[in-house]
């Protein structure tokens, strides 16, 4: 493939925001068929175009690429022939033996450009509009997803290890769409939520027969603990979290499946006049404003989310 044209599709994958690999050869000693200049573009399934060598580069290059597209981290590869000079570890360097009869040597250098990082932003409210103006301003791709869209809306969206969902119903369908993302290889799920709603809907999810190993993966509530209280400041530290996954590699520490008892019964504090309590969580719940409610014993129930009116109701 002519070189302009190879650059033209790395530039078109760049403007789409596809992940590959470009390999450039930036040394050699002959005999080599490959001349520094030349370039290869490797996508993720393998796929090679360009030229950067025979037999023995291109398998090496492409097991390169595959593992540059998955750290991030650009290597050095030095294939070195027999009759060139002897190998020896160099600091930056990976090197491997040509065993191609040509003999020479190739220095290649592999660059990985990666596609954006997905955020996904299930719901409304202050903390969804900050986290996505933040997260567009660190490059991330950005999709929001209204609540009552139903969960078969993020199935378009490849939630895949670099893709980051946050979940912030307030309540209205957080079960169905947590269930839902935690099925797929989302490298991050969390919801916006206080510990006692989060433990409410950690048990909700547990007995609608979610795995615990996924359960595992639930960040519940979102973001780092650096005593966040505006919008604005619990946005901070949900992105906060999310770089420091991606940068680290390491899953946030998911809070500890809880009790019932933790979240059972009534709250000692009084309702205000507008307000009710959850007989499930003890959570006080406007009832003005509340979606989820039931009748019992000629009197209305309000809950703080679906999952409670499940529980009351069974």
Known sequence: MPEPDLLALAAALRQQGEAFALATVVRCERPTSAKPGAKALIRPDGTMLGWVGGACAEPLVQREAAAALRDGEPPLVSLVGEQA??????????EHPMTCHSGGTLEIYVEPYLSKPLLVLVGHGPVVETLAALGRAVDYTVETVAGDAGSAALDSLGLGARAAVVVATHGEVDEAMLERVLATGAGYVSLVASRKRAAAVLLTLRERGVPLERLARLKAPAGLDIGAVTPTEI???????????????????????????????????PAAADDTIDPVCGMRVSVATARHRSEAGGRTVYFCCGGCKVKFDA
């Open 235 to 269: 946005a901070v530290s949900i992105l906060a979290e999310i770089i420091q996954l991606q940068r680290s590699g390491k899953p946030p520490a998911a809070e500890p499946m809880p009790k019932l008892a933790v979240i059972a019964g009534p709250s000692s504090a």
């Open 85 to 94: 000079r002897p190998a020896r570890p160099t600091e930056g360097i990976r």
